[in-house]
């Protein structure tokens, strides 16, 4: 096979960085991204983008602590290079705090972040209605600019990126030799996978360059996380809720929650609502599979389902769909070698 | 009884403000006057200075009080986080159970900094002079604090006024009112830019170069600060080329993310720089007239970081002036 033909479905974190992987992993590959939304229109582009890992029940914890690792070194030398500010990753230190003490005093992930300790007394004066805290540095990827960047670094390597509506992976078995699912939520339709299931998250976009620390409820339902040029307050985890339209009322309730942890806020400008819709799973799923019909076999890699997680493991589960996909070459070029006999 | 302060820097407003808010229900016949007509705003403490430490807590203290209130964002007060760092170990400072969350840094942190092998990590209070001083001046206003735009040529010029008290804040020119050969400026230059990804102040510290001549990043709400140049006894307030490029290359060498940052301003200043701060009474005769001066000034590059502390010290020697003039007959409340 000269050049595999590999399609990627899907234009938000996941198949962005997908498909980077690819490219990088097989330079002699022809990567096609191919999205019904690009930029600023995908989910990745409502969410905060900080590296503050979702525990997935279906996933063994030593592989998502080792994607959660190699995500964060990754972004990490960008952080202090000079493409930081158009990749839009930074550092960004603050507090996890509790009203009650948690079960679980160490997270998987706090010796891959930053300085991770308990709060000290003089700190928690600062959330009278909590009880325990932990504080750490962690990095934040700013959407648009991350996804953008990662648009151009593809267009450097020569990847071709369409706006296409993909309804059902066999039509792409002519063009492409293997296809990549990183359709997120739009997996529901695209696959049909009953396992995937949408947790809506209302945020509010805010302008107060004030804030420098995030603040994130250690149950995670209310967070201020301060980004390049805007604050997101959220949020709400809303299950089976296909809704895309802001609710005012829900708004109120997210600036209140927040307020109350950062009292400064009420002084916010210009607040911006936006909704997402977390492509929720028990695992992320990651994993080849052939599509045959009429004797035609068209390999598949699956990289979707990672919920509220996603920024957080991106990197490494990329480099393992990579690595899937390199597999699926290899089957095809061993099964056209063995067609030639 | 007439008191005037003369210097409207962080200061003379401070100091001002304080004392009004402690006096002027005792004393009802004061009146008081600020003279004067211009800071960073990085709470981080000095490191050596005998009551620097007392006034820096106070001070952090207060400001800390004042955090979850309305006032905080008027008054250009936020917390920020963010490193100390050094080529050798040093021994833990003396503030650092002042700020918040002070700790070492790990080993992989340091990787952030190369050729820094030792540093520290705090959680601290940012207080933005020009959002702080309006909000100090709109105080005074309220509280009926007459301000005259004009300079003050001599301590006799006030007393001969009937001024009763002069509260002298006048920062580096206090030369011109009284002779003071500790007193020497420290000027500074910074480069502010457009940065708002970057969310830490970060402060190295060089022990041959000294104090303020190592390169700092401090984070402000709408721009950052890039600075590193400390030259005793330089008088010059005008921007120099060469310091330009010594804060631009050492910033961009220490935080590569700097790189593609957009410089908006420049400014050069003198800190007001002395052995300690001058913080104490004195006694002024001329003719038969006997004024008193409390002097607050001498703060050097740390002001803001300690004002509070010492404009409640200067409001303790107006106290003992009003109970020797047997003006206030109790001891005065702390606010």
Not at chain 1, 199 to 205: F, I, S
Request: net charge positive; aromatic share 10%; glycine share 10%.
């Amino acid at each position: 096979m000269a050049a595999p033909k590999v399609a990627v479905v899907g234009a938000g974190v996941i198949g962005l960085s997908t498909a980077l992987c690819i490219a990088e992993t097989c330079p002699s590959c022809s990567v096609t991204v191919l999205s019904d939304q690009f930029s600023p229109n995908t989910t990745s582009d409502v969410a905060a983008g900080m590296l503050i890992p979702h525990t997935y029940p279906g996933t063994p914890i030593h592989v998502q602590k080792q994607w959660f690792k190699e995500t964060f070194t990754y972004l990490f030398a960008i952080s202090n290079s000079a493409e930081a500010s158009e990749a839009g990753i930074h550092l960004v230190s603050g507090w996890q705090v509790f009203k009650n003490t948690p079960k679980e005093e160490l997270p998987f992930w706090s010796d891959v972040v930053l300085g991770f300790r308990p709060m000290s007394e003089a700190e928690l004066q600062k959330f009278p209605q909590h009880r325990f805290g932990q504080a750490f540095t962690t990095l934040k990827c700013d959407c648009p600019p991350y996804l953008l960047w990662l648009e151009k670094r593809l267009k450097a390597t020569g990847v071709q990126m369409y706006t296409r509506k993909v309804a059902d992976l066999w039509e792409l078995h002519s063009e492409y030799n293997v296809v990549v699912n990183c359709a997120g939520i739009g997996a529901h339709q695209l696959v049909g996978d009953e396992k995937l299931f949408p947790v809506r998250g209302q945020v509010l976009k805010v302008h107060a360059p004030w804030v420098k620390n995030f603040i994130r409820d250690g149950g995670g339902l209310t967070y201020i996380y301060p980004g390049i040029h805007r604050v997101t307050l959220g949020g709400t985890r809303e299950k089976e809720s296909w809704s895309l339209t802001p609710d005012p009322g829900t708004t109120k309730d997210i600036f209140d929650r927040c307020c109350s942890l950062e009292p400064s806020l009420r002084g916010a400008q210009d607040v911006k609502v936006k909704v997402g819709l977390r492509p929720s799973r028990r695992s992320v799923r990651l994993q080849r599979e052939v599509l045959s019909r009429g004797g035609v076999k068209f390999p598949v890699v699956h990289n979707y389902g990672h919920g509220a997680g996603g920024f957080s493991v991106h990197r490494g589960t990329a480099k393992e769909a990579a690595r899937l996909v390199g597999e699926c070459i290899a089957t095809l070029q061993g099964s056209s070698s063995r067609a030639k006999l | 009884m007439r008191v005037a302060v003369i210097g409207a820097g962080v200061i003379g407003l401070s100091t001002a403000l304080c004392i009004h808010e402690q006096y002027h229900s005792l004393v009802p016949s004061l009146e008081m006057e600020l003279a004067g007509h211009s800071s960073m705003g990085l709470a981080e403490p000095p490191l050596s200075c005998f009551h620097c430490r007392l006034w820096n807590k106070e001070t952090f203290d207060y400001l800390l009080g004042h955090l979850g209130s309305p006032a905080a964002t008027e008054m250009g007060l936020f917390l920020i986080s963010g490193y100390n760092l050094f080529t050798q170990p040093v021994p833990d400072p003396s503030w650092k159970n002042i700020v918040l969350g002070f700790r070492t840094l790990t080993p992989k942190e340091l990787e952030l900094f190369p050729g820094y092998s030792y540093g520290w990590f705090n959680t601290a209070l940012m207080l933005e002079c020009r959002s702080y001083l309006p909000w100090l001046t709109n105080r005074l206003t309220q509280r009926g604090v007459k301000f005259f735009h004009t300079k003050v040529e001599s301590f006799q010029e006030m007393f001969a006024q009937g001024v009763d008290v002069v509260i002298n804040c006048t920062g580096v020119r206090a030369g011109e009112l009284q002779p003071d050969p500790e007193l020497q400026p420290g000027r500074g230059q910074i480069i502010k830019v457009l940065a708002p990804w970057v969310k830490h102040f970060v402060i190295t510290h060089d022990i041959k170069s000294g104090i303020y001549n190592s390169p700092y990043v401090i984070p402000g709400s709408e721009l950052t600060v890039l600075g590193g140049i400390y030259q005793h006894g330089n008088w010059n307030e005008e921007n120099s080329a060469r310091d330009h490029k010594t804060i631009w290359e050492n910033c961009c060498r220490l935080l590569p993310a700097l790189q593609k940052a957009k410089i908006v301003e420049e400014w050069s200043g003198l800190r007001p720089a002395r052995p300690w701060v001058r913080l104490e009474r004195e006694t002024l005769r001329h003719g038969h007239f006997q004024a008193e001066v409390i002097h607050n000034y001498g703060h050097g590059g740390f002001g803001i970081t300690i004002h509070w502390g010492c404009a409640m010290a200067a409001a303790r020697l107006f106290g003992s002036i009003l109970q020797e003039k047997k003006l206030a007959s109790s001891p005065q409340p702390r606010l």
